[in-house]
């Protein structure tokens, strides 16, 4: 079965950065693309970036473009999301997902997910 394990989160100054990690297993994901989403308190779950995991491609969201990247290690199967300049309304629950085929956006399009990691940025 397919499994994501996410960690790398914790509490961080505004201005600073933050690596997540999502570890996959159970089975081959050439063919999957793989998103990170994020959740604060009281908001819908809020698409931050994707990465198709054979092509590379990658798509990130609006509110932090410029700011956060995604890319993926085959050998270790895992997917990273660098977060930079991080302000106070990046706080949120950090989750990782994967669905077979083509990058989406919405959470709902995503079959699989990671318990979440915590970020918290203070001001």
């Known amino acids: 079965q397919v499994q994501l394990v996410e960690s790398g989160g914790g509490l961080v100054q505004a201005g600073g950065s933050l690596r997540l990690s999502c570890v996959a297993s159970?089975?081959?994901?050439?063919?999957?693309?793989m998103g990170w989403f994020r959740q604060a308190p009281g908001k819908e779950r809020e698409f931050v970036a994707a990465?198709?995991?054979?092509?590379?491609?990658?798509y990130i969201a609006d509110s932090v473009k410029g700011r956060f990247t995604i890319s993926r290690d085959n050998a270790k199967n895992t997917v990273y999301l660098q977060m930079n300049s991080l302000k106070p309304e990046d706080t949120a629950v950090y989750y990782c997902a994967a669905r077979w085929g083509v990058l989406h956006t919405t959470p709902g399009s995503y079959d699989y997910w990671g318990q979440g990691t915590q970020v918290t940025v203070s001001s």
């Open positions: 159970g089975r081959t994901f050439s063919g999957y693309t």
């Open positions: 990465i198709r995991w054979s092509a590379g491609t990658t």
